[in-house]
């Protein structure tokens, strides 16, 4: 197993990521990136949307798309309906509500390992945590991942602009 250098488990120490489950699997997003947890029992479905782009929600007046991570890690995707629940994550001001299971809780990063050239780019890592080990999202490459089509900056959806 790989270690971190010095500097980054220092800063790691300080970090927590918020678990989730997701298909059977648990995945860690660090809280930096965590915005809330939400159920969204309406959002409308945009037509000739990519496969992961489940549809956009109103949230407190902003548009936000609802995204199914699921296709961009090679999993089935999610079934649609209605209480769908979802983390909404921001990084850079580009904004999403991440389709989740449940929320597992939170952990500290400390004990994170970054993953080898085979783990694909949305991966920034590994969690050894009791129960096994947590695969740690990179938030920034998952939302770059989804394109122009699925998200957008935070401050367009105030103004009410519309994934094309």
Request: hydrophobic share 50%.
């Amino acid at each position: 197993m790989t270690t971190l250098s010095a500097d980054l488990q220092a800063a790691a120490q300080q970090t927590r990521a918020c678990v989730v489950a997701l298909a059977g699997y648990r995945f860690g997003i660090e809280v930096r990136y965590a915005r809330e947890v939400v159920v969204f029992d309406e959002y409308t479905i945009v037509p000739l949307a990519p496969a992961h782009l489940l549809g956009v929600a109103n949230l407190r007046g902003n548009i936000v798309p609802i995204v199914d991570v699921r296709p961009l890690l090679d999993m089935a995707p999610a079934p649609g309906g209605r209480g769908v629940r979802a983390l909404v994550v921001e990084c850079e001001g580009v904004q999403a509500a991440l389709l989740i299971d449940e929320v597992r809780g939170l952990e500290p990063i400390e004990r994170a390992a970054p993953t080898g050239n085979d783990s694909g780019e949305l991966i920034a890592g590994k969690l050894d945590l009791e129960g096994g080990a947590v695969t740690l999202l990179d938030v920034r490459a998952l939302l770059g991942a989804m394109g122009g089509d699925a998200v957008m900056p935070a401050a367009r959806l105030s103004e009410g602009g519309l994934p094309r």
